[in-house]
C-alpha cells in the first residue's frame, strides 16, 4: 500500500509521475482482480482503495495540459490511467 499513499501524496502536491502512476495502478488491478465473491472481501477492496479511486477520478478529469510543453504526453498517460481505474472502480460495492 505504500506506493498507493505516495500515489495520493504526488497527487495532493501536483507531482505525480507517470512510473509512480503506472505502478499504483498495476497494483490496483492485481488486487482487483484476487477480490473474492464475499461481501467482506468487496467491503475491503473498497475502503482500501476508495480514497485512491477518488483521487484517480480528479486527475482524469482535470485539464493542465497547454499543448506547447514537453511534458504534455506524460500528462495525457497519467490521465489515461487515472481514468481507467475510475471507470473499473467497483462504486457499487459500498
Not at 505516495?6 to 509521475?17: C, G
Not at 482500501?48 to 511534458?71: D, I, Q, T
Not at 487515472?82 to 459500498?94: A, E, I, M, Q, T
Request: glycine fraction near 8%.
Amino acid at each position: 500500500m505504500d506506493i498507493i499513499t505516495r500515489f495520493l501524496e504526488a497527487a495532493k502536491t501536483d507531482s505525480l509521475t507517470w512510473e509512480l502512476t503506472n505502478k499504483a495502478v498495476q497494483i490496483f488491478q492485481e488486487d482487483l482482480n484476487r477480490v473474492g465473491d464475499t461481501e467482506a472481501e468487496h467491503c475491503a477492496f473498497y475502503q482500501k482503495y476508495y480514497e485512491f479511486a477518488k483521487a484517480c477520478e480528479s486527475e482524469g478529469e482535470l485539464g493542465g495540459v497547454s499543448g506547447y510543453g514537453r511534458g504534455d504526453f506524460v500528462k495525457l498517460r497519467i490521465k489515461d490511467l487515472c481514468r481507467l481505474v475510475d471507470y473499473n472502480f467497483p462504486y457499487g460495492w459500498r
